[in-house]
């Protein structure tokens, strides 16, 4: 069964697949959440919580937005 934050995790994801560049793949996005996720001085990806995750695809999806991010040249 899917929680109601995995399930904001996936929805997350889509939309940030949404925003980034059309070369992109998945793998790439979530290994660049990963670095974002131990930059903040949490956990590798294994490690985090579904709530933590959430938290940084939602400050990425920020930065993004505002432009700040690229994730073409960052991933």
Do not use: C, Y
């Not at 949404?18 to 070369?23: A, G, R, T, Y």
């Not at 979530?30 to 933590?52: C, M, N, P, Q, T």
């Amino acid at each position: 069964m899917i929680t109601p934050v995995q399930r904001e995790v996936l929805r997350g994801l889509e939309t940030l697949l949404e925003l980034s560049s059309p070369d992109i793949r998945i793998g790439q996005l979530v290994a660049w959440l990963g670095f974002l996720s131990e930059d903040e001085g949490k956990r590798g990806l294994g490690d985090i919580e579904d709530h933590e995750l959430l938290a940084v695809i939602n400050r990425f999806h920020k930065d993004l937005e505002a432009g700040t991010t690229n994730v073409a040249e960052s991933a």
